[in-house]
């Protein structure tokens, strides 16, 4: 009684009182002062967690040992004496919170009012931890429906127990194989459906009477009782695989289910289920490691690794959580079973093909099937029978696409569902059908369908619902499916073909190619790149549409001249690649030159105005060459070459190409300094009156003197900046130093001549141009007449609109404009009449030979005399002799320019040359 700290109550009313409580036979006393607010336990007890524990105000300070949740519990309990004992959770401090029940009785005063309450505790953990479990272990396994781990162990012992050692059963762990990759692959729902269906085909395959269990999350443990032999069991293991192999586990052939058995058999190798499992388990692990199916426990050349005392051999056996899956209400589990299953697999078929077995089996019809509408052919994709299971529809071609055209018919009942009543379609045998339709952007693609024909064969409304439902949700992840099939073999396709020609691309002429090369090593090959000559100019100016023809037809002509051991790729715009076996170098360049030359008659006979060439450069793969890229570069390298040449169609690389090109860039990362340095010098070349044999004007060259002394031509780096864009820079430099020098010459009072600078066709495409031309001759004060633009007529050719917008402007502005190279390489007489401007500059291909042929003269004299006409005026470029001056003078020809009167010279010279002139015709 000393023991009871708190003294207040009890002695106050009564040591009997206080007795009676002893008589419970408890483990620990706590007396609640009402009045107080105090709470207080005994101390000799085997609840460590109070011994000796008082609480002043009560109240706030429960929680200090009780579990927060279950204080207003005992606070309840507490203040109102509770009569029916409670249950609650101390917090322990040697373990986790421990179960305690509370029992008290009131204490009242002569006036019956409540004072105390008095009662015990008892710790009751153990107890309910084990009540727990209990309840557990009398469960089956939710997810298959057969018996789980403990109630197996439990009912097979039950079994042993009640055998004689004249029984014979067969003790079988089965492990599926490979069942963690399907359910990661398919989705966790997926894997419980297919354990789900694997128990249910292995309890079709076992005799009444037999066990069965699942053990871990893949594994099984089945009993099979009265065997008569090893072989049997053996039949029987086999039985099992078989229900295992049937199992549907998605469509992927390596998705196929396989198992492992390991049997072991009572009386032989244990009378107790441990003993049984330790052997099958034993058996098991020999089977997994040897590669057997099934294997029978046995102890010959048993190499087992040591284990620690209660572990086992081949697995953990325990059942891991898949995930876990809501029932919600009766109809709409399923729908949500669909979008669950749909939405967390890679594998959309498998899937679909389960979610039909699933509606099969729910919905008790006979026939489910998936029909779409791909590429123009309607089928049947999915199906599933009752008989036969999945991929097996009897369903006629002609029935699907009766059933789709109605579908797609019925428009004014899109989007619901077609009953037999809606439709009045009767299935022949007497069932009833049920279809709805899927569509995408409006457009029908497909339906399910399922028919039901015994049974109830009228649809309830939550099954007409459900199913629409799930034919949504089947149609969004197989239209998904299907367009992201759709991209996937569009990226295959542009991976390996160029979507413009449908010629191979780079990347498959590559692999092509090494494979060629090397299964007919003893033949000779050549790498082959072409393009269309002046292609930019086409797209330009006949438009993009043109352009692709062009490239469609000479794409169509590669393909149709390569056969065999030749191939050929679109290497990107109009570059293409050929691998071409060839005999001898001559042989080769015939059947490249043949290629480019046919290809361009067959398209200038089209288009006469175009002069449309190939330029073909060839690369000849050196023995055991493997580097292909680099011999396609060596090929354009070789192309390159002759790509801007109107005469020359077709190169050898050399090891000079490559020369060449390092020289080409050298000059190009030497350009800028070139200009900052001031290396580009204007070099003029007197423009001489025909009539008076007076310098009426000059052109501006420009010449590169590099810091070594050397001097660089034009042709040599105009080109290349033409395409590299700097050109625009060095043009308006020399404008620049030519208005400097006009200025120069207006200052000191000297005579003017007009001088013609270049104008490139890269201006064109620049905004700009007119108003930095007008800004120039601001600077400077220079006058418009004293400048002159010269425009090459093929800008005029690729360009027209703009060109012929410029000149005007120009013009407009006061300028000369003139039309250089005239009559070089293209036929434009009859765009005379648009380019019509201030002066026509023959092209110096008429005065090449030195003696003019016949029809040069005419070809001459006629331009001349058609110029005239239309009011302009005629320069000869690049005369050489004093024949030729003669001749230019009896056809009225009025300027000419040429090393017979002087070749370009810096502009000290021409300005003596200029000086000498006047003085000559002054005297
Ligand atoms: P182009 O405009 O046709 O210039 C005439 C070319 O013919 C000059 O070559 C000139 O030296 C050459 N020539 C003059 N008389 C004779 C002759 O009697 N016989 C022969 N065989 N040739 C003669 P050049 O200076 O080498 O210029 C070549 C081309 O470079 C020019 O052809 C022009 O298209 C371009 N070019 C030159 N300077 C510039 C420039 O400042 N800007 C731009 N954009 N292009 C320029
Ligand atoms: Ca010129
Ligand atoms: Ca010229």
Redesign the pocket.
Known sequence: MEDVQGVGVISKYGLEKYNALIEMNCCCFFEFDMEADRLSFSNNMVIPELSGKVIEHSTFQMSSIIVDRDVPIVIEFLHFAGENPIEFRLKGFVQNAIWCQARGTAIRNEQNETVAFVGYIINIDQQKREREEQTARSRMDSLTGVWNQFAVKEIINGVLHTSDSDDCHAFMILDIAGFDVLNQKLGFLFGNVVLNNIAVNLKKRITEGDVIGRVGTDKFVLFLKNMESVSEAYEKAELLLKAVHETYAGENIEQKLSCNVGVSFFPKQGTQYIELFSKADIALYQAKQNGEEITIYHRDGLKLPKLAEGQLYYNEYHIKELGSYKKSEANMELVHFAMELLSNTKDVGSAVNMLLDKIGRNFLVSNVFVVEQEKKKTGISYSWNFKEGLGKSTASQKYVEELFELLSKASGMRRSCYTDLDMGVRVEDGGTMLLCGFYEEDHLKGYVYMERNSGCLRWTEQEVESFMFITKIISFYLLKLRNSERITEKMEMAKNFDSLTGLPTVHKFLTDAEILVKAYNTTRFAIVSMDIKNFKYINDSLGYDAGDRLLKEFAQYLRDTSYGKQICARSSADNFAVLMPYETAEQLKLRVMSIVESFSEQQNRKNVALNIGISAGIYMLKDKEKDFMAAIDNANIARKLVKNSSVDSCAFFDDNMEREIKKEQQIISNMHSALDNEEFQVYL?PKIKLVTGKISGA????RWMRRDGTML???DF?PLFEKNGF?VK??FY?YEQVCKLLQKWKKSGAKIVPIS????RVHLYHDDFLDKVLQLIRTYQVEPWMIEF?L?ESIFLNNTVTAITVMKELRKMGFCVSI??FGAGYSSLNLLKDMRTDVLKLD?EFFRAGEMKEEERIIVSSIIRMAKQLNMKVLS????TQMQSDFLKTVECDMA????YAK?LPVKEFELLLKSYEEVLES
Do not use: F, M, R
Request: hydrophobic share 35%; no cysteine.
């Open positions: 070349q052109e501006a060259l420009v031509p034009p042709n105009v050109i060095l043009d020399i600078v270049n104008v490139s010269e090459t250089d190279d110096k470029e690049g005369v050489e320019q040429g090393y017979l370009p």
